[in-house]
């Protein structure tokens, strides 16, 4: 009888494991067909470096893809750190009381709508920025990302916390016996070990920062222009989709939007894999456990 | 006679509410769903219309969304909405892809905005031009203080967009360095806190918070854009897919009844009757 119940059960997870990845291709393979007239016409290169001038004919979406690596990197650049140091905090400098304070805020700051960061990132961080810098009008890649910082940050730091608590508690053990600090404990034995955990968290903050759609629209100020420095205003691909999606269907500019979720995609891919990557390179030189 | 009195007072007051109600009546004893999305610029006469017909008959439900002109008709096209509100008149392309009835029902000004604090209060079509197509980028040099001027402009889809391009850029480019907002109302938030921006909203949006501006001499108003002397001026279309029938004619038969046309006029617009 059990092995009856065990087979449906191993077929269910293959069919609904079966059903995801071909949804993921699937996807793919419906942006390629939707897209492949904007690029089969030789205006691949133009679609990828191009200006976006849809008066006279140009439907480039270089400076949303620049504007979508540097809104989403230089948020994960303030988010790591402050996620990293958080996590450390609730499981090893305080993990009493306070520790358990924070964590609570932190689990109720994951369930809090994007809308209400972008909310208030515009009336409390936008004219702050703008003061402070005295420069442009205060929606810019920088405000976006910090906001986009605090929003990818809630669910880091948890995804930090249970990896951290993954690792055997005899490990920990053995490095205070033998006379070591918890802080040592930390970085010599926690953090080694933790290492795939810390690699999904980062993966999952990652693809969620760069699909963002709304941090941004709120608060990069959708300029259609290749951002200088993180003082500009800048627009997302997300942003862009969002933005274009309105125009008429069998327009120029509703086709090109395409292209933008198709690199949206393979950037995000790409991301994934360079993370991956650089995380099992270093994973070599770690001790084996 | 007490009994008399009484059924005078009922009589009277019955009469009373009977000629209160007058454009509202086609909805009595009706219920349903109104759905409707599109221009930005429509949503505070929607509001008030629905609800004054929500407060007189709790069983229509009117839902109302923004989303612009190009999605209004996009999804009252494809059926997702009953009413698709569109701040220009629809291409002949767009009547004839999705055989969309057309009902306009006000005429509306766009207005050139800047924040209260900044001192201009005037400008010329060439200065208009100049300032979105990037040549002008100092307040100082329109009469302002000495401060960069940050543009403000909406996305493709926008009816009060096109109008304003049309009208006001003539055609003319729009820098790249313009922030792009998503509705009226993120408009007037934008500028009502940015002291150097400059932007344009739909005349029925102005309040305290944003200064409009005159253009070419002309300030706008419900008044100068009746008589045609302001210029950036454009209709308030309500479409349908197809002739409308029951709940959504009768909205439309109201926005364009007397009592209508009087909230179109409250709310800042030129009525069309």
């Keep these: 009888m059990r092995r009856w119940h065990e087979r449906v059960v191993v077929r269910l997870l293959f069919v609904s494991t079966l059903a995801s990845a071909l949804m993921t291709i699937g996807i793919f393979g419906f942006m390629i067909v939707n897209g492949f007239p904007l690029f089969a016409g030789g205006h691949f290169f133009e679609i990828m470096t191009g200006p976006w001038a849809p008066h006279r004919g140009m439907y480039g979406i270089a400076p949303m893809l620049i504007g979508s690596l ?57 004219p702050w920025m703008r003061t402070i810098f005295e420069r442009g009008t205060g929606m810019c890649v920088l405000s976006a990302s910090l906001m986009l910082a605090v929003l990818v940050s809630p669910t880091m730091i948890l995804l930090f916390c249970d990896a951290f608590a993954q690792v055997p508690l005899s490990y ?21 070990c933790s290492r795939q955990g810390i690699v999904i968290a980062v993966t999952l903050s990652s ?58 995609y393979l950037v995000t891919t790409i991301l994934m894999l360079i993370i991956r990557g650089a995380a099992r390179g270093r994973g070599k030189h770690a001790p084996e456990y | 006679m007490k009994k008399i009195l009484l059924s005078v007072v009922v009589l009277s007051l019955w009469l009373c509410a009977g000629a209160m109600a007058g454009d ?76 969309l009835y057309l009902c306009k029902w006000a005429i509306d000004g766009v207005a050139i905005i800047v924040n209260p604090a900044n001192t201009v209060g005037a400008l010329t079509q060439e200065q208009v031009s100049d300032m979105y197509a990037g040549k002008i980028t100092s307040w100082k040099d329109v009469g302002g203080s000495d401060k960069q001027i940050s543009l403000y402009t909406r996305d493709e889809s926008s009816g009060t967009r096109e109008v304003f391009w049309k009208a006001a850029l003539k055609e003319g480019t729009v820098a790249v360095n313009a922030n792009f907002v998503v509705s009226n109302g993120a408009m007037k938030a934008a500028v009502s806190q940015d002291p150097s921006a400059i932007g344009y909203v739909s005349v029925g949006h102005i309040d305290a918070s944003v200064a409009p501006v005159s253009f070419n001499g002309i300030a706008p108003s419900p008044q100068t854009v009746k008589d045609g002397t302001y210029t950036i001026a454009r209709g308030l279309y309500s479409n349908t897919k197809g002739a409308p029938t029951g709940l959504n004619k009768k909205f439309l038969d109201y926005l364009l009844s007397k009592e209508g046309q009087q909230i179109v006029a409250e709310q800042g617009f030129i009525p069309v009757q």
Excluded: W
């Design chain 1, 172 to 192: 920990g053990h053995a490095v205070l016996a033998a006379g070591g600090t918890k802080i040592q404990r930390f970085l010599h034995v926690t953090l080694p």
């Design chain 2, 24 to 99: 509202l009546d086609g909805f009595q004893g009706e219920k349903g769903e109104i759905r409707i999305a599109g221009g930005t610029a429509h949503i505070p006469v929607m509001k008030e219309a629905a609800r004054r017909i929500g407060e007189r008959n709790p069983k229509i439900q009117i839902s109302i969304a923004g989303g612009g002109s190009g999605v209004g008709v996009k999804q009252v096209g494809e059926g997702l909405v009953d009413i698709g509100n569109t701040g220009k008149k629809p291409s002949d392309d767009e009547v004839a892809r999705y055989g």
């Design chain 1, 207 to 264: 693809g969620r920062a760069i699909g963002d759609t709304l941090i941004a629209l709120m608060l990069a100020g959708n300029a259609v222009q290749m951002p200088g420095s993180v003082l500009d205003s800048a627009r997302t691909l997300t942003s862009h989709i969002a933005l274009v999606f309105a125009a008429d269907n069998e327009s120029p500019e509703f086709k090109a939007i395409f292209a933008c979720g198709l690199s949206l």
């Design chain 1, 70 to 126: 540097a809104v989403s990197l230089l948020g994960m650049a303030f988010a790591l750190p402050l996620s990293l140091g958080c996590a450390i905090l609730i499981t090893v400098v305080s993990p009493g009381r306070f520790g358990l304070v924070v964590r609570r805020i932190v689990e109720s700051m994951t369930g809090m709508p994007t809308v209400v960061y972008g909310f208030v990132g515009i009336f409390l961080l936008v």
